[in-house]
């Protein structure tokens, strides 16, 4: 039903920045919050950041506060993750995806997900 294409991940130094983009289509009426994962080999796929798509609510997981910011563009229904002072553990593969309706501001890290992207692969070297 919604359709996700990730874009703008790469390779970057130590203390580099990239903005990712996530471009939805089909029927993105229905969404209600967007988030960005990450999963690197090995490792659980752990959410990164989210949006509340009406509100512009923005969650953040402990470790990339500071660094990273969501927002979005409702008309261009696309959700960007500008990622600044990049570390080495932030490489991975990054994915966007659709919250389902139990998405709550107040409680993220509970929302269920969907309509995954390809992901992007983002590497960031020492």
């Known amino acids: 039903q919604v359709r996700l294409v990730e874009s703008g991940g790469g390779l970057v130094h130590a203390g580099g ?3 990712l983009s996530c471009a ?9 919050a967007m988030g960005w994962f990450r999963q ?3 490792k659980e796929r752990e959410i990164v950041a989210a949006i509340n798509w ?21 008309a261009k229904n696309t959700v960007y993750l ?16 659709k919250s389902l309706p139990n998405y709550a501001d107040y409680d993220v890290p509970s929302a269920s997900w ?11 070297s020492s």
């Not at 939805?24 to 209600?32: D, H, L, N, P, V």
């Not at 500008?82 to 995806?97: H, I, V």
């Open 40 to 42: 690197a080999p090995g």
């Open 82 to 97: 500008q990622m600044n002072s990049l570390k080495p553990e932030d490489t991975a593969r990054y994915y966007c995806a």
């Open 24 to 32: 939805a289509s089909g029927r993105t009426f229905s969404i209600i």
């Open 54 to 74: 009406s509100r512009g609510t923005a969650y953040y997981v402990d470790s990339v506060k500071g660094r990273f910011t969501i927002s979005k563009d409702n």
């Open 17 to 19: 920045s990239l903005r």
């Open 114 to 124: 969907d309509s995954w992207g390809q992901g992007t692969q983002v590497t960031v």
